[in-house]
């Protein structure tokens, strides 16, 4: 191969490992806001239960 084609390939390849970490990044942020909404989904049926019981107590 010529070095403008083992040029480009090399461009090519760091591009992809680019894509690649941004891909990693995009899936950690995922993974914390699903568990985040998961927690916001507990806190919320905690406050709705809280509301209720203050409803049939006052």
Same mark, same amino acid.
């Given at each position: 191969?010529? *070095?403008?084609?083992?040029?480009? @390939? &090399?461009?090519?390849?760091?591009? /992809?490992?680019?894509i690649t970490n941004? #891909?990693?990044?995009? *899936?950690?942020?995922?993974?914390? @806001? &699903?568990?985040?909404?998961?927690? /916001?989904?507990?806190?919320?049926?905690? #406050?709705?239960?809280?509301?209720?019981?203050?409803?049939?107590?006052?």
């Open positions: 191969m010529d *070095e403008k084609m083992v040029g480009i @390939m &090399e461009e090519t390849l760091h591009k /992809l490992e680019e941004k #891909l990693e990044h995009i *899936e950690d942020n995922t993974h914390q @806001m &699903e568990d985040e909404q998961v927690a /916001l989904k507990g806190a919320i049926q905690q #406050l709705s239960r809280s509301v209720r019981n203050d409803n049939i107590i006052g």
